[in-house]
């Protein structure tokens, strides 16, 4: 089974507006960590975003919001007042045993190819 | 520049040739790790180290692949006797120990 399911290959956005990009998982770890990651056509990774399965808040960074909803077991990506330089691939990415000393390993989607227009 | 960084940045060699990856990590981070993406898909994890102690390999890591951080440093990744099924972006990235991953910009083997 999939452990990481991103269901949109593509999505388009107008600039200036927010966008949710979907991410799902699986795990029967109770201690797990959420990660988005953005990968430009240059091809590097770049960290955007992490999420505990302990915490209580939803991540924040900038323009960045995880909508976690850990009973649905899903982790979506919000991009708020898109901008050009936000067209890139992006991965969704768990590392599962956080608590547990076996957090190390991240387990990725297949990404969401982002396109944001004028 | 204090990032993750990978040479050579691209490979080409041909089928049955050796192939040497290098990854310099952010100097203070001790957890070091190596990934391959192929087109279309997400990274998946080949192997890790923390300090020069490598503490975890993948199944994918068959015996034609061997890593190594002597000293907990840079980390080499060998491919021996390539096979067009390792054409593939390798991502090398390091962290403090559980903190987050930060990524170099991969090497790119194709082979022929």
């Known amino acids: 089974a999939q452990k990481i399911t991103q269901t949109q290959p593509g999505m388009f956005v107008q600039e200036k507006e927010a966008v949710t990009l979907d991410c799902t998982y699986d795990t029967s770890d109770q201690s797990y960590g959420l990660f988005w990651y953005k990968q430009p056509s240059s091809g590097e990774m770049i960290f955007l975003i992490y999420?505990?399965?302990?915490?209580?808040q939803n991540a924040t960074e900038g323009r960045y919001s995880l909508n976690f909803q850990k009973a649905r077991k899903s982790a979506n990506l919000v991009i708020s007042a898109s901008q050009l330089g936000d067209s890139a691939m992006y991965f969704c990415?768990?590392?599962?045993?956080?608590?547990?000393?076996?957090?190390?390993?991240?387990?990725f989607g297949t990404g969401t190819q982002l396109k944001v227009e004028l | 520049d204090t990032g993750v960084s990978q040479n050579p940045r691209h490979k080409i060699t041909k089928r049955g040739q050796n192939v040497t990856f290098r990854c310099d990590p952010i100097?203070?981070?001790?957890?070091l790790y190596w990934y391959r993406q192929t087109l279309g898909q997400g990274p998946e994890f080949l192997t890790y180290?923390?300090?020069?102690?490598?503490?975890?390999k993948s199944r994918l890591l068959s015996d034609r692949f061997s890593a190594e951080r002597p000293k907990g440093s840079f980390s080499t990744l060998e491919i021996q006797r390539t096979e067009q099924g390792d054409s593939a972006m390798y991502l090398c990235a390091s962290s403090f120990r559980s903190d987050e991953q930060y990524f170099g910009p991969g090497t790119r083997l194709t082979v022929t």
């Open positions: 180290f923390q300090n020069e102690a490598q503490l975890e």
């Open positions: 100097s203070e981070h001790n957890r």
């Open positions: 999420q505990g399965s302990y915490d209580e």
């Open positions: 990415a768990m590392r599962e045993g956080e608590l547990t000393g076996g957090g190390n390993k991240l387990t």
